[in-house]
């Protein structure tokens, strides 16, 4: 099992910065890979961005140039820098962890950007 708990959404006008945290109860050196993915209202959850153990990224279309996905394997910890937001980023972040073929998934954190 692994617990993820994210933090730091929140309201941000268009334009704006956000920067969120997930920390995961297992270490890094554990997991293959973790992520970000979002959820607006009446949408499917997508891919915001990604990224392995081996320090691969891969970003949705819509994040490319925005947004920053980084780990800190010392703190078990996964960052999503948010920069430029814009109204339509406005959903659930979800953290996600894929470990020994299972993936687990955070509570999620409320994004609102307002226009």
């Known amino acids: 099992q692994v617990q993820l708990v994210e933090s730091g959404g929140g309201l941000v006008q268009a334009g704006g910065y956000l920067r969120l945290s997930c920390v995961a109860s297992k270490s890094f050196f554990s997991i293959s890979a973790v992520g970000w993915y979002r959820q607006a209202p009446g949408k499917q959850r997508e891919l915001v961005a990604r990224i392995t153990s081996g320090g691969s990224t891969n970003y949705a279309h819509s994040a490319k140039g925005r947004f920053t996905i980084s780990t800190d394997n010392a703190k078990d910890t996964v960052t999503l820098q948010m920069n430029s937001l814009k109204p339509e980023d406005t959903a659930v972040y979800y953290c996600?962890?894929?470990?020994?073929?299972?993936?687990?998934w955070g509570k999620g954190t409320l994004v609102t950007v307002s226009s």
């Open positions: 996600n962890a894929a470990r020994l073929d299972m993936e687990y």
